[in-house]
């Protein structure tokens, strides 16, 4: 077993005996949801939790990643904060909206190793990239959607209450609805071909 997915483990485990409702997301988690998965040596976590429960989710994983009482402010300020676990990031994500609790409600099972671990759905891991934008991202969204492993109607609709009426965003994901298949190839991808092409139809 590599160390990263030791230590995947461990955090799984810490965040069970303390009863922390949690799922894995990231590019953990983008590697069930594509055909071709990339390596990674971050792990993005979510937390099902309110501020309350903070200092209980980072004291949880205090003997696997360095707790400063200055994490638990941007915890609370932010609602993530990076801890350290020798090579490997750990981005800690605690609930800050309604989108949370629909995550929390749609978390798949996957195997890692002989292990079966909580990971975000495809679905919000797509609305997630589509927030953050970067082209990396809409790669990644591509690649999840010629997997088939999207509902792009519930994608779109976090989307929309999400962001402003002006953004691009939920017509770029929109576009995809009305795509071939050779449309989702990265290399030959085209945005406004896409909203073109719905415009039309």
């Known amino acids: 077993m590599s160390s990263l997915n030791q230590l995947l483990l461990?955090?799984?485990?810490?965040?069970?005996?303390?009863?922390?409702?949690?799922?894995?997301?990231?590019?953990?988690?983008?590697?069930?949801?594509?055909?071709?998965?990339?390596m990674t040596r971050d792990i993005d976590?979510?937390?099902?939790?309110?501020?309350?429960?903070?200092?209980?989710?980072?004291?949880?994983?205090?003997?696997?990643?360095?707790?400063?009482?200055?994490?638990?402010?941007?915890?609370?300020?932010?609602?993530?904060?990076r801890l350290i676990s020798g090579l490997y990031p750990i981005d800690v994500f605690i609930s800050v909206h309604e989108f949370h609790d629909d995550m929390r409600l749609r978390v798949e099972m996957h195997k890692v190793g002989e292990a079966s671990l909580p990971f975000i759905s495809a679905t919000h891991l797509a609305v997630l990239k589509a927030l953050f934008d970067r082209p990396k991202d809409w790669v990644d969204i591509l690649?999840?959607?010629?997997?088939?492993?999207?509902d792009i109607q519930h994608a779109l609709g976090w989307l929309t209450t999400?962001?402003?009426?002006?953004?691009?965003?939920?017509?770029?994901?929109?576009?995809?609805?009305?795509?071939r298949p050779e449309d989702l190839n990265p290399e030959n991808f085209s945005f406004e071909n896409l909203i073109n092409r719905r415009k039309t139809n």
């Open 143 to 150: 690649e999840m959607m010629k997997f088939g492993s999207v």
């Open 162 to 179: 999400m962001t402003s009426e002006r953004d691009e965003r939920p017509a770029r994901l929109r576009a995809f609805s009305l795509a």
């Open 10 to 38: 461990d955090v799984h485990r810490a965040f069970n005996e303390e009863k922390l409702d949690h799922a894995f997301g990231g590019a953990l988690a983008l590697m069930h949801y594509v055909a071709d998965p990339r």
């Open 45 to 81: 976590v979510n937390l099902f939790v309110s501020e309350s429960e903070v200092e209980r989710v980072l004291q949880s994983i205090s003997h696997l990643a360095e707790v400063v009482p200055a994490h638990s402010k941007e915890l609370l300020d932010k609602g993530f904060v």
